[in-house]
């Protein structure tokens, strides 16, 4: 399933130059030093990065390019697999929170509660961005519905 995080790495790097994007988040990263996400550096992005150690195929990542002014926020106790990334505002002065998050298929109600939690402290943001992979299984995405 895990088969290489260098494709994903190539991915989303082919992404970013033809793209443009300004922010990427990435879910599901490996906690070990294989990928640095060399074009990305090289191509004017700050990388902030949230692994898991020990686990394999875990870990979120986000890339904001340089010329933004922005900071990763210290939220909730850690349990979580989420990182979240102030990004100095550019109009009308309004921050954005960006966050990054990964709920895996077995995860409990604690967890959950623990995400809920850390949704509600930075959604006093007027700007909030989630994006991630939250595995929700009442979510029928080939369909589009909610069972």
Known sequence: M???MRSK???VEALAQSERSDIIGISETLGDETCEWSILLNGGYRLFKRDRQGRRG???SVCVRERLECMELTVGNGSVESLWVRIKGQTNNVDVIVGVYYRSHS???DIDKY???ELRDTSKSPALVL???FNLPEINCEHHTVL
């Open 2 to 4: 895990y088969s290489s």
């Open 9 to 11: 790495e190539e991915e």
């Open 115 to 117: 995400f809920f939690e």
């Open 58 to 60: 875990e870990g979120v």
């Open 107 to 109: 995860q409990d109600d």
């Open 131 to 133: 994006i991630g992979d």
